[in-house]
């Protein structure tokens, strides 16, 4: 089994549709979980830093977290054409250095 | 928000030369800091892990003296890709990590090598 598995995509939904993006994890020792935005040619932005169970909101853009099931989501409402990118999740133990699952790319259509 | 600057964002050389590739963090000291490598459409790779004033730790497989890491100071890492070759072109990402525990990395616009 792999330590981080996230749905490839790529994804392409109309402007103003919600957006899901979510990632599996095996590593019960994962303690911090993030999700990265990359824009082509770009490095990664960090959008969400969460690090316990639950929702954490910001704006259009809402993380959540299960540790129970080893699962994370981003959450995407009101999508714009900007936010066509590649989402990556990242998880850290906080002892090692982040494992990052491959990326969704997301088209937005206006 | 945390800014992390790296420069060059794009170069061009002939094979055999050597390229350095500089990572600073602008508001806030790094004691640490990371190198990537990023291939067309697939994640980020970790090259290294640099240590201000002390050694980097490299992952599996890649060459320590291919790849030349210097962390001199708080807000400057560099990565040189020496005698370089075609197969080095590739996306060169470097990233900070803030002080305090636990804090999520922040991440340089990636530098973009093309060897020809």
Known sequence: ????????????????????????????AF???????????????????????????????????DKSSKYISL?????????SATYLCAFSTGNTPLVFGKGTRLSVIA | GAVVSQHPSWVICKSGTSVKI??????????????????????LMLMA?????SKATYEQGVEKDKFLIN??????????????HPEDSSFYICSAEPPGSNQPQHFGDGTRLSIL
């Not at chain 1, 959450?75 to 936010?83: K, N």
């Not at chain 2, 962390?71 to 370089?84: D, F, P, R």
Request: net charge negative; with cysteine.
């Open chain 1, 1 to 28: 089994q792999k330590e981080v598995e996230q749905d490839p995509g790529p994804l392409s939904v109309p402007e103003g549709a919600i957006v899901s993006l979510n990632c599996t994890y095996s590593n019960s």
């Open chain 2, 22 to 43: 500089e990572c600073r963090s602008l508001d806030f000291q790094a004691t640490t800091m990371f190198w990537y490598r990023q291939f067309p459409k697939q994640s």
């Open chain 1, 31 to 65: 303690q911090y979980f993030m999700w990265y935005r990359q824009y082509s040619r770009k490095g990664p932005e960090l959008l969400m830093y969460t690090y316990s169970s639950g929702n954490k909101e910001d704006g259009r853009f809402t993380a959540q977290v």
């Open chain 1, 75 to 83: 959450f995407i409402r009101d999508s714009q054409p900007s936010d």
């Open chain 2, 49 to 53: 892990t640099s240590n201000e004033g």
């Open chain 2, 71 to 84: 962390h001199a100071s708080l807000t400057l890492s560099t990565l040189t890709v020496t005698s370089a």
